[in-house]
């Protein structure tokens, strides 16, 4: 892996999931425990695919062509649908919304209620079982 890896996952960069069907989706995601972290709930089908075929593949890469930085991460595994927890959630938002909650889309603090859980809101959760990392970044012309 050509760049620090864990560090590259806690930027609130944009993952994109697929799943069988074949799905894809773009998706705000948490990189704590060495897997990824992602909400769902009835409002998807992605509890259901991965609970029809776990198989799980996700990017994550950046391309910024004026300052030459691509980056890439791509992980396949197993997905696995575990209990909402509100103190990940709060972790995961804050990481994308910022620390000050009062300022966020009410659909974005509901997720931190009590009762979150109680409207179906789970977790995914990819443990990697295979993860490349590719430092692609090239040096960009001075004018």
Do not use: N
Request: proline fraction near 6%; aromatic fraction near 10%; include cysteine.
């Amino acid at each position: 892996m050509d760049f620090d890896v864990d560090e590259f996952l806690q930027a609130p960069l944009t993952a994109r999931v697929a799943t069988s069907g074949p799905t894809v989706r773009p998706t705000w995601f948490l990189w704590e425990e060495r897997a990824f972290w992602i909400l769902t709930g009835p409002w998807s089908r992605l509890a259901a695919h991965v609970e029809a075929d776990a198989r799980v593949a996700l990017t994550v890469d950046v391309c910024d062509v004026t300052s030459g930085l691509v980056r890439q991460v791509i992980a396949r595994g197993r997905g696995e649908i575990v209990p909402f927890d509100v103190a990940r959630g709060r972790r995961k938002l804050t990481r994308y919304l910022g620390p000050d909650e009062s300022l966020w889309d009410t659909r974005f603090r509901d997720y931190l209620t009590a009762g979150s859980a109680g409207r179906g809101t789970v977790w995914l959760r990819i443990r990697p079982e295979r993860m490349t990392a590719t430092d692609l970044s090239y040096r960009v012309p001075a004018e």
